[in-house]
């Protein structure tokens, strides 16, 4: 059974920067390509960031330059360092796999950028 668990959300103004952070447990994490999601009110979830076995990362066009996706495997956790953030990363912020399993959402993270 695998436990997904994001953190680090909150609110920020505009320019600012967070760290997210998603443990993962109960899975050979480091053999899987992870990724980080999120959705805004209103929208469908979106693929933000991912990072594969290896470390090699590929970002969406609208944080490619802000964002950096990292992963610890000996923690068997996943980070996402945001900066620049904008009022349209406002969003609850989830991680999982690459393709994403449907009962391995966790809870997520709420990402508040105020303008």
């Known amino acids: 059974q695998v436990q997904l668990v994001e953190s680090g959300g909150g609110l920020v103004q505009a320019g600012g920067s967070l760290r997210l952070s998603c443990a993962a447990s109960?899975?050979?994490?480091?053999?899987?390509?992870m990724a980080w999601y999120r959705q805004a009110p209103g929208k469908q979830r979106e693929l933000v960031a991912t990072?594969?076995?290896?470390?090699?990362?590929i970002y969406a066009d609208s944080v490619k330059g802000r964002f950096t996706i990292s992963r610890d495997n000996a923690k068997n956790t996943v980070y996402l360092q945001m900066n620049s953030l904008q009022p349209e990363d406002t969003a609850v912020y989830y991680c999982?796999?690459?393709?994403?399993?449907?009962?391995?959402w966790g809870q997520g993270t709420q990402v508040t950028v105020s303008s």
């Open positions: 999982n796999k690459v393709p994403p399993i449907s009962f391995y």
């Open positions: 109960g899975s050979a994490f480091s053999s899987n390509v």
């Open positions: 990072i594969t076995v290896t470390g090699i990362t």
